[in-house]
């Protein structure tokens, strides 16, 4: 992937009243379905000059700068949706999707049948994902040890430290790790830390406690 992203557009007649749609490719052959796809539900895809309610931004998430082309996309559009339509490996997870600027996020093998109702509810200010997903949008709810072992994660522990430390066999810490990082939509202890501390998430208390000191 090289320059910056595409924009494809189908040189159609906008309907009255449908929303204002604009198509931003980092994946050029993604970007070209997802063209099709608006177009096949009466949505044509517009030049970005002409403005849009919503963007869709066809990206690979396995790649860094895709993280990045949202930020930027996100920065230029103002107050307009934005809706991710993402293949390969998800280095970001769809908390930090939506937290990077996106109202929408949609794996690519929805495109179809799905694309054209999200974007029409990201247009009238409404937050999408896939259902299977949505744990990783709503608060999430630990048990009391899932609490115990996430904090001592966030301390640095490793398995086998925080199962002396809580008198615990190290495969029940490693399924409460597994189970706890399944709920904040996370891959590693670094990423779970990091989404703990962060002051944005909210999750510092709920993990650490109310008395929890505060970063910085």
Known sequence: MSGSPALHAVPARHPAGAPRVAVVADDAVLGRRVTRA??????????????????????????????????????????????????????????????????????DEDVEHALAAVVRAIAVGHVSVPRQLRRCIVRPAFSHREREVLALVVDGLQNREIADRLFLAESTVKNHVASSFAKLGVRSRKEAAALVLDPDEGLRALVLGDDAPSTG
Do not use: H, K, W
């Open 38 to 107: 608006l177009e096949a539900a009466g949505l044509p895809a517009l030049g970005a000059e002409m403005g849009a309610d919503v963007f869709v931004l066809a990206c690979d998430l396995s790649q860094v700068a895709s993280t990045s082309a949202l930020r930027r996309l996100r920065r230029t559009v103002g107050d307009a949706g934005i809706v991710v339509v993402a293949r390969g490996t998800q280095r970001a997870s769809v908390r930090e999707i939506l937290n990077m600027g996106a109202d929408g996020f949609l794996v």
